[in-house]
């Protein structure tokens, strides 16, 4: 069982940064490769940004590559996602998931844990 809980949202100008984090439980955390996900009213949950188990590979939407970037610290059972240049189009609800295996990049089907959500609203 993994528990996930996101932090570091909130409202920010069109341009500016956030960095979003998730707190994981469990002894693990290494054997999951983690994504990032988001939800905007009135559209589908998507694909933001993953990042492997050991943290070697990650994987972007197009939509936000060169803006975000995505890290994990085993250690600290943590991963984080840092937003740059940030567009109103970003504005949504943030969800931190893993994956136990499966494929890669994961998908919004493959991940086995969520958590609750942070909202990040982007204003104009």
């Known amino acids: 069982q993994v528990q996930l809980v996101e932090s570091g949202g909130g409202l920010v100008q069109a341009g500016g940064s956030l960095r979003l984090s998730c707190a994981a439980s469990?002894?693990?955390?290494?054997?999951?490769?983690m994504g990032w996900f988001r939800q905007a009213p009135g559209k589908e949950r998507e694909f933001v940004a993953a990042?492997?188990?050991?943290?070697?590979?990650?994987y972007f939407a197009d939509s936000v590559k060169g803006r975000f970037t995505i890290s994990r610290d085993n250690a600290k059972n943590t991963v984080s996602l840092s937003m740059n240049n940030l567009k109103p189009e970003d504005t949504a609800s943030y969800y931190c998931?893993?994956?136990?295996?499966?494929?890669?990049?994961?998908?919004?089907?493959?991940?086995?844990?969520w958590g609750k959500g942070t909202l990040v609203t982007v204003s104009s």
């Open positions: 998931a893993a994956a136990y295996g499966g494929s890669w990049p994961p998908t919004s089907r493959g991940m086995d844990y």
């Open positions: 990042i492997s188990g050991s943290g070697g590979r990650t």
């Open positions: 469990g002894r693990t955390f290494s054997s999951y490769a």
